[in-house]
């Protein structure tokens, strides 16, 4: 039983997103490893920018970075 888990910050993924994620997966997960659909299970988990570290700053931290340079 497959089990994928899904980690994204949240930023404003979509129901659809979220669907089409799900979707796509369990499709991959049928092809390449001829796993059944009704055995795979897709878990998102969103996660705030505060608490996603990347380089040594958060995610927020970032995104002002990038918020701040392009208004120069």
């Not at 997966?25 to 570290?53: C, F, H, M, Q």
């Amino acid at each position: 039983m497959p089990y994928v888990n899904i980690k994204v910050t949240d930023e404003g993924v979509t129901a659809e997103q979220k669907r089409q994620l799900i979707e796509g997966v369990t499709e991959l997960l049928e092809r390449v490893l001829n796993k059944p659909r009704y055995a795979t299970s897709v878990v998102i988990d969103e996660v705030a920018t505060d608490n996603w570290g990347v380089g040594g700053e958060s995610v927020t931290a970032l995104r002002n970075k990038e918020r701040n340079s392009g208004q120069r």
